[in-house]
DNA sequence: ATTTTAGGTTTATAATATAAACTACTTTAT
DNA sequence: ATAAAGTAGTTTATATTATAAACCTAAAAT
């Protein structure tokens, strides 16, 4: 591509990019708050963040509220970047 | 998805919006010159300008430059408004 | 005349997105 | 006490998408 800059495959999809987008806002979110902000289906919601997180964009912790298992998602600083890079990188598409 | 719009899955694609970007621009464009403004590979961009053309995004027409033939693509109204449409709903995942 | 190049299209494969089905537990109702 | 329903996810199967490789047709070049 060359008047187009190339996006990063894991944030240009939908679901990941909303995510990382709310992250973007907050220290941390949890699963369910992310899924319903989202609108997303669990099993989706489950598997796009495991990628996000293998790819070190996220960091996820697993405790327990009481005795129910949450889990909680932060944005990591590399995640910060690409997420920058990608907004930057996107521009050059919307002229 | 609540908080978040959706993005029309035709133009959520690097190479289908780079097309519709760079038609944006111009009264019209043939293929070869869209392949190299995009970097993508002949394959490709036929199969994305199929679909853009089968939504009604784009108009293609073929004709003749000398033996040789030509592609040309063009924007239409609905491709200009669903682009717009596009546009505004990505910035809810760019705050 | 046969090789190469131009301008694509078609087809096969790899990657992605998504929902449906499932697991493991907890809470509520009977 | 037990069955039914709800919560919080994960796994798996399937549909969709993206992409490159292989192919086609005609024109130039050697």
């Given amino acids: 591509m060359s008047d187009f800059k190339d996006l990063d495959p894991l944030l240009h999809s939908q679901l990941r990019l909303a995510v990382m987008s709310l992250l973007m ?4 979110a949890e699963f369910v708050y992310i899924k ?14 495991d990628k996000l997180s293998s790819a070190g964009y996220i960091g996820v912790s697993k405790s327990f509220k009481g005795k129910k298992p949450v889990t909680s998602c932060s944005i990591t600083k590399k995640g910060i970047e690409a997420f920058e890079i ?3 990188s996107l521009k ?3 002229k």
Same sequence: chains 1, 2.
């Fill in 25 to 28: 806002g907050v220290q941390s």
């Fill in 36 to 49: 319903e902000k989202t609108g997303a289906t669990a099993g989706n919601l489950s598997v796009q963040i």
């Fill in 86 to 88: 990608y907004v930057n």
């Fill in 92 to 94: 050059s598409y919307l």
